[in-house]
């Protein structure tokens, strides 16, 4: 069901409070992987009890070009009482392959080789931040455009995977014909998008909703590929409140 309530005024009051509460990570947290370290960048929720975690997987030109609106996300969840990490799921052979001096058709070759890759490094993220004191023991994953991608296929492949937001994303056509589970998922996609098409996401939702997932897909009319990174746009806070609203209902603390 493609979906466009108002909840503008809300959003607006979640932006404005991440943007008074803007906190700096509390540590970069640091996984060992046989591809290099996995280093994420830790935003912690105020208090000392359980929490539960949310991953956030960046697109295709890492996490410095759209730091800040990654940081807006953070900034919301962590007034939520969720924990926010910023996951740098890139190895160094990566980073070379994905730099913006690579020819598209390079980027593309890589990235239908790499789904798996990049999902097994989101789980072992996963797996230490679940092992920590402080989790709750409930995680979700938050991905953007390429990154709404890996964590769809981290999803598909890890049952601790307890929600799904994607944005401007979908499921990686290698994986989506063996998919037989998906977390509760909730997509949101601009219907002017010409980076990836709506129809992504239309079929992402159509396949959690064919294994038995709760699914909604929110269309921003006449909205761009990352609509959500413009930082005034009504549209903007109404994602980032859509995206907190769904956490909050699919993450309940401890």
């Not at 052979?93 to 790499?114: G, N, W």
């Not at 996963?126 to 092992?131: D, G, I, R, T, W």
């Not at 014909?177 to 159509?206: F, M, Q, W, Y």
């Amino acid at each position: 069901m493609t979906t466009r309530r108002t909840v503008l005024g809300g959003g607006l009051a979640i932006l404005a409070t991440a943007r008074s509460l803007h906190a700096e990570p509390a540590d970069q947290f640091r996984v060992e992987s046989s591809e290099g370290a996995i280093v994420s960048a830790h935003y912690a929720a105020n208090g000392t009890a359980k929490r539960p975690s949310v991953l956030v997987l960046h697109g295709a030109r890492g996490v410095e070009l759209r730091q800040r609106a990654y940081e807006r996300y953070a900034d919301a969840l962590t007034a939520a009482g969720i924990d926010a990490y910023l996951v740098r799921y890139y190895s160094p052979v990566d980073e070379q392959a994905m730099a913006p001096t690579s020819t598209r058709e390079a980027r593309l070759a890589h990235e239908d080789a790499r789904f798996g890759v990049w999902a097994e490094r989101v789980s072992a993220v996963a797996s230490a931040v679940l092992a920590r004191a402080d989790s709750s023991g409930r995680l979700g994953l938050l991905g953007f455009s390429l990154g709404g991608f890996v964590a769809a296929a981290t999803a598909a492949r890890d049952d601790r995977v307890a929600a799904l937001a994607v944005l401007y994303g979908g499921m990686p056509d290698q994986i989506a014909t063996s998919v037989k589970h998906l977390p509760p998922l909730l997509e949101l996609h601009g219907d002017a998008d010409r980076n990836v098409s709506i129809a992504r996401g239309e079929a992402l939702v159509r396949l959690a909703k064919t294994v038995g997932a709760p699914a909604e897909l929110v269309t921003y009319p006449g909205k761009p590929h990352g609509f959500d990174f413009a930082e005034n746009d009504p549209a903007s806070a109404d994602a980032v409140a859509r995206v907190i609203g769904f956490f909050r209902e699919r993450l309940p603390a401890a």
